[in-house]
């Protein structure tokens, strides 16, 4: 098997050879500008192919790759869906060169069709499965070209792909190391048998989805060969090369333009994906001469839980942040990579031992999101990126699972994609946050319609709506998140999972002195009699997550809340299940925000009238919405004295702090505190 070592020199960028050097230098005026959008064009012709062709939601949501490499495996440019396998669609490529290129059992020609899904080897999780193909042109292998795709079942010990549950890999279902499914051109159907074998709760979905990948890939082979017959291979060359130069001097100049330093940050998640307790996540990111690199030692030890990463998932999440934010202007290639160096420490959960789970990964990663979104805010703050500051998002949603048979007597495992893609956007230093934002891993996300949901599967929405008090506070509040609730319809019983790292204790930080988004847990009705109140014209029904918590509404039934993060569940007609999402951190003093932005986002049920009081401390009229700016700035003088009371001397405060502790059931899996250095023996069977 691939190890960290192995998968981190995989994504390095190789060192150019001359004739791509030579080939480079070759490009004649506007040959760069009209043959790199040429490329990108293909590429997006490839992700239309498998979109059109697929039929999984999370392939139609926008969690989706198509990319071309040049001939050694470099990422040369990318339409997305995420930016996740972007970064590490490079690592099964570079793998079969190494193994299997002069391998008389297996090699590499023209017509070879390639797959995997194994996290271990460049993946995020086993439910992103992709397909690649070489690129010949003239009988020389010229490039190769991926297409990924988050399938929503796996075959595991749960249905859906994100065991919740799963100690080991050996729970997660299929797990596909790179193999040939296909031979001059043509795919084996003994091989797609197999896999629709392993994936028997959906293998409509795993054959059609495989076949839309494929396509793809064949699409942007064909584009790639009649450029080269009309141009040449060496502009093909020359071109691949010119992209990838392009990024890394921009991304070069871009990180000198920052003031040197080390700039460091810490979140924390509140499950194991088996048991509430604390983890923490830590970076050290350091700019030094035009380059940068990201420290994530500091971080919690891996644990028997299915929380847990490999380093080429971490380095897939830095991705997403590095290319949306401070590098959003450069060509999406692995140029990037020339001058950012990242050490993920082996034995954390973010890169832990081969055996353990790591199907809900992407939940581990994103702790890269906020902190990154902190850490480089930081750096970039005092230069022409200030506009560019944001903590950017938590990635919290409940990503729902749902699995049974619908109303048209067909199979059905997926992910409920809407929820996925309505999280909130961090504020930045002039503006508010987005509400309901979209999917940060992949920011051409897109959310179903509910008409969608509601005919292929066997649901009905009883409310979709954004979430009041969802966002962080500060001068520029953070976006909200997306109340959803989901009843069963049409189906005697349906199975469902949901994942999430934080149900307790905020993952996502405000920047300079703004408040934390707020946590959401999870909200399920049993013995609910909702069906019938609809036929009976019921008005009081929930519309919202408080609603339905607090039972004020004419529902009946159990109202259990809980932890977002569940294994599977059964729920019976007419039960109800809330799905929602967080926002994200605010930026800035929240006494700074201005009282008709408070009263605005009250009139819109963005915040509640205590918020409005008690954090923003607006005073307005109730009936009319006005503020009373004499009461307001009478409220904030109060609050700013109350401040300065409690206020201490910073060493004074540190050294109290320093002291404390959380209570030692929460640190089970911190590892030693404060360190977090691993303190026990982790044994999988």
């Known amino acids: 098997m691939f190890n960290a070592e192995m998968v981190t020199r995989a994504m390095a960028p190789e060192e150019p050879t001359e004739e791509e050097m030579r080939d480079a230098d070759a490009l004649g005026p506007g040959d760069y500008e009209i043959y790199s959008e040429n490329v ?29 490499y040049t001939a050694r495996g470099d990422l040369v440019s990318a339409v997305l869906g995420t930016y996740l396998h972007s970064v590490t669609g490079q690592v099964p490529i ?7 290129a002069d391998d008389p059992s297996v090699g590499v020609s023209e017509g070879d069709i390639y797959y995997c899904n194994e996290a271990l080897y460049g993946g995020i999780h086993n439910p992103d499965q992709f397909a690649f193909m070489p690129v010949f042109a003239d009988g020389e292998l010229l490039a190769w070209v991926v297409s990924g795709a988050h399938q929503s079942e796996t075959g595991g010990s749960e249905p859906g792909g994100e065991v919740t549950q799963a100690h080991t890999r050996h729970d997660e279902g299929m797990k596909l190391t790179p193999i040939k499914i296909g031979e001059r051109y043509r795919l084996k159907n003994d091989l797609l048998l197999m896999m629709e074998n392993f994936i028997s709760r959906a293998p409509r979905m795993q054959v059609t989805d495989v076949k839309a990948r ?6 942007v082979r064909i584009r790639l060969q009649e450029l080269a017959a009309r141009r040449g291979s060496s502009l093909v060359r020359g071109l691949f090369r010119r992209m990838i130069q392009q990024t890394s001097a921009g991304v070069r100049a871009r990180i000198e333009s920052w003031p040197d330093g ?94 353990a789970a790591i199907s809900c990964s992407p939940l581990v990663g994103a702790m890269v999101f906020p902190l990154l979104g902190v850490a480089l805010s930081k750096a ?68 179903p319609d509910v008409e969608d949901i509601e005919s292929e599967f066997p649901l009905l929405h009883v409310y979709q709506k954004q979430q009041r008090d969802t966002c962080g506070y500060g001068r520029y509040r ?74 004020d509404s004419a529902l009946g039934g159990e109202i259990i809340v809980e932890h977002q993060t569940r294994g599977i569940r059964i729920l019976r007609e007419g039960e109800v299940l809330a799905a929602s999402t967080q926002g994200s951190g605010g930026y800035g003093d929240v006494l700074e925000r201005d009282p008709e932005a408070v009263v605005a986002d009250l009139r819109a049920d963005l915040i509640s009238a205590w918020t409005a009081r008690e954090v923003f401390a ?66 999988r069977i």
């Open 380 to 447: 970039m703050y005092p230069t022409e990126q200030r506009d560019l500051v944001c903590g950017f998002t938590a990635s919290s949603a409940s990503a729902v699972m749902v699995a049974g048979t619908n109303q048209h007597g067909v199979r059905v495992t997926d992910f409920m994609g809407y929820p996925l893609n309505a999280y909130g956007l961090a504020a930045r230093s002039d503006r508010d946050g987005i509400d309901v934002w979209g999917f940060p891993h992949g920011p051409w996300g897109k959310a």
């Open 214 to 219: 494929v396509a793809a890939c064949d699409r």
């Open 478 to 551: 953070g976006g909200v998140g997306a109340a959803v609730g989901y009843a069963v319809y049409r189906t005697s019983h349906l199975a469902f999972t949901s994942s999430q790292k934080e149900s307790r204790f905020p993952a996502h930080n405000g920047l300079f002195g703004g408040y934390s988004m707020t946590v959401v847990p999870g909200i399920r009705v049993l013995g609910a009699d909702l069906l019938e109140l609809m036929a009976q014209g019921e008005p009081n029904l929930p519309t919202d997550d408080y609603a339905l918590a607090g039972g």
């Open 618 to 683: 607006v005073v307005h009229d109730p009936e009319t919405l006005l503020v009373d700016e004499p009461a307001t700035a009478r409220l904030r003088d109060e609050h700013r004295a109350r401040r300065l009371a409690n206020a201490r001397p910073y060493g004074e405060f540190i050294e109290e702090w320093e002291r404390r502790r959380p209570p030692e059931a929460v640190l089970k899996y911190f590892g030693e505190w404060p360190s977090a250095r691993p303190n026990r023996v982790v044994v």
């Open 94 to 100: 570079k793998f079969v060169r190494e193994r299997f």
């Open 40 to 68: 990108n064009l293909m590429l997006q012709e490839g992700k239309e192919v498998m979109t059109k062709m697929g039929i999984s939601s999370m392939l139609h949501s926008g969690d989706t790759l198509v990319a071309v």
């Open 262 to 355: 080390v700039y460091r940050h810490n979140v924390f998640m509140d499950t194991t994906g088996h048991e509430d307790g604390l983890l923490r996540a830590s970076v050290a990111v350091t700019v030094r001469a035009g380059r940068l690199t990201l420290d994530f030692d500091g971080t919690s030890p891996e644990h028997e839980g299915s929380y847990n990463a490999f380093t080429n998932v971490i380095r897939g999440h830095c991705a997403v942040n590095l290319y949306q934010f401070p590098f959003h202007d450069f060509p999406i290639s692995s140029g990037m990579f020339d001058h950012i160096d990242i050490n993920v420490p082996h034995g954390s959960f973010f890169d832990a031992d081969p055996e």
